[in-house]
């Protein structure tokens, strides 16, 4: 069994890492590592993991990590992981980073958004682990730039559309919402309840750092330039994700012909869902699940798309595709260890 390590445990996505794996049935999460909680078990941290996931935290050290897992998830803020990946790769580890630091493959447009990049040539090596879309390239990677939470629900109703020219590549406008815990679980003013209860907010309007991510992806996709507008707003609850996209059509409004595209794209893909006619995505139904929901409508009078698309921006958006990228790079069924069903309510 592939023995699994997740640096940076205690963090949203770590945690959320370290319950996927432990019920994962082929893998074997053999360390956990944290700063802060180095000797203290991930339970005494989330309680809801008391007898089921007692497993102790570790300081990180490259040397212990390589001698006890085979592939290793990097679970840190951005600018961590460019000084840790490189070394474990020369350890001969496969790596699956959930920040930014390997997302790029035009690494200036990551310095743009970020900071000066240490390990640029691994970075344009890396693989963009959009597992619907990159499957292929992921199953050979030696490090995944996992996408992120805004991008992974921005580009998955976009890409098979925007490759069938069926949308105006100027035209397109991604309206997302987060829950809190998008920004993870250091402190910080703007995550406080006071703070972010009974209100709902924009921000980072059109300077966010994930729409050069989200713009990277989709040039590469259409073979030319694309500059989406991209404005996140915060919500006032803990998991999910919602994008509501706006996009002119190339060509007279057709229902039909959109519905073909996207369930063609996604026929055989188990994560992505293509609502029927009668539902709109929302986040209640993809809470805990791996799930990205993708419905639509079509604006006839203005001729205008508008695509709406939900994910659990700690699963899809983080923690579950990175299982799942996982699951392709180690040749198992892409959905082990994400197959839980959904909570009816
Ligand atoms: N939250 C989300 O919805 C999503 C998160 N991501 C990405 O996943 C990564 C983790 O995010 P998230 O879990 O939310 O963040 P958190 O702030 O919740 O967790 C970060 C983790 O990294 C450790 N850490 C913090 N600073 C350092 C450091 N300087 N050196 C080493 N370890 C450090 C922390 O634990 P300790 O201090 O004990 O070491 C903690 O375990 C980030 O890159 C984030 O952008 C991606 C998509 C969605
Ligand atoms: C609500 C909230 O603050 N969300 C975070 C984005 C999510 C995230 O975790 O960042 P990465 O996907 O780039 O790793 C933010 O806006 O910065």
């Given at each position: 069994?592939?023995?699994?390590?997740?640096?940076?445990?205690?963090?949203?996505?770590?945690?959320?890492?370290?319950?996927?794996?432990?019920?994962h049935p082929g893998v074997e999460l053999s360390v956990i590592t944290?700063?802060?909680?180095?000797?203290?078990?991930?339970?005494?941290?989330?309680?809801?993991?008391?007898?089921?996931?007692?497993?102790?935290?570790?300081?990180?050290?490259?040397?212990?990590?390589?001698?006890?897992?085979?592939?290793?998830?990097?679970?840190?803020?951005?600018?961590?992981?460019?000084?840790?990946?490189?070394?474990?790769?020369?350890?001969?580890?496969?790596?699956?980073?959930?920040?930014?630091?390997?997302?790029?493959?035009?690494?200036?447009?990551?310095?743009?958004?970020?900071?000066?990049?240490?390990?640029?040539?691994?970075?344009?090596?890396?693989?963009?682990?959009?597992?619907?879309?990159?499957?292929?390239?992921?199953?050979?990677?030696?490090?995944?730039?996992?996408?992120?939470?805004?991008?992974?629900?921005?580009?998955?109703?976009?890409?098979?559309?925007?490759?069938?020219?069926?949308?105006?590549?100027?035209?397109?406008?991604?309206?997302?919402?987060?829950?809190?815990?998008?920004?993870?679980?250091?402190?910080?003013?703007?995550?406080?309840?006071?703070?972010?209860?009974?209100?709902?907010?924009?921000?980072?309007?059109?300077?966010?750092?994930?729409?050069?991510?989200?713009?990277?992806?989709?040039?590469?996709?259409?073979?030319?330039?694309?500059?989406?507008?991209?404005?996140?707003?915060?919500?006032?609850?803990?998991?999910?994700?919602?994008?509501?996209?706006?996009?002119?059509?190339?060509?007279?409004?057709?229902?039909?012909?959109?519905?073909?595209?996207?369930?063609?794209?996604?026929?055989?893909?188990?994560?992505?869902?293509?609502?029927?006619?009668?539902?709109?995505?929302?986040?209640?139904?993809?809470?805990?699940?791996?799930?990205?929901?993708?419905?639509?409508?079509?604006?006839?009078?203005?001729?205008?798309?508008?695509?709406?698309?939900?994910?659990?921006?700690?699963?899809?958006?983080?923690?579950?595709?990175a299982v799942q990228n996982m699951n392709l790079m180690l040749g198992?069924?892409?959905?082990?260890?994400?197959?839980?069903?959904?909570?009816p309510l």
């Open positions: 069994m592939t023995r699994v390590g997740v640096v940076g445990a205690t963090g949203y996505a770590g945690a959320d890492l370290a319950r996927i794996l432990h019920g944290s700063r802060q909680y180095a000797g203290v078990p991930l339970s005494r941290i989330y309680p809801s993991f008391e007898g089921v996931i007692d497993r102790v935290c570790e300081a990180f050290s490259v040397d212990s990590i390589c001698e006890k897992a085979d592939l290793i998830f990097t679970a840190l803020p951005h600018k961590v992981p460019m000084d840790i990946v490189p070394r474990l790769v020369e350890r001969g580890k496969r790596v699956v980073d959930l920040s930014a630091d390997f997302r790029f493959r035009e690494v200036d447009r990551y310095e743009a958004a970020y900071q000066p990049h240490t390990a640029r040539t691994l970075s344009e090596k890396a693989v963009y682990g959009l597992c619907e879309v990159y499957a292929d390239a992921i199953r050979s990677a030696g490090v995944i730039g996992n996408p992120g939470c805004y991008p992974t629900s921005v580009l998955l109703p976009l890409i098979p559309l925007m490759r069938a020219g069926l949308l105006k590549r100027s035209s397109v406008i991604c309206d997302s919402k987060s829950g809190v815990s998008g920004a993870g679980r250091s402190l910080s003013i703007g995550s406080l309840y006071c703070e972010v209860s009974e209100s709902f907010r924009a921000y980072k309007v059109a300077e966010h750092r994930h729409n050069p991510e989200m713009n990277e992806v989709l040039s590469r996709e259409c073979g030319q330039p694309v500059a989406i507008t991209f404005v996140p707003h915060l919500l006032p609850m803990s998991r999910g994700m919602l994008t509501t996209t706006y996009a002119e059509l190339t060509g007279p409004a057709d229902a039909d012909a959109i519905r073909s595209c996207l369930t063609g794209f996604y026929a055989g893909r188990p994560f992505v869902r293509i609502c029927s006619e009668n539902r709109l995505p929302d986040t209640r139904n993809v809470r805990g699940t791996n799930f990205c929901d993708i419905g639509f409508r079509v604006d006839k009078k203005n001729n205008r798309l508008i695509l709406i698309s939900a994910i659990d921006n700690l699963v899809k958006g983080a923690a579950g595709q198992l069924d892409e959905t082990a260890g994400l197959d839980s069903v959904p909570f």
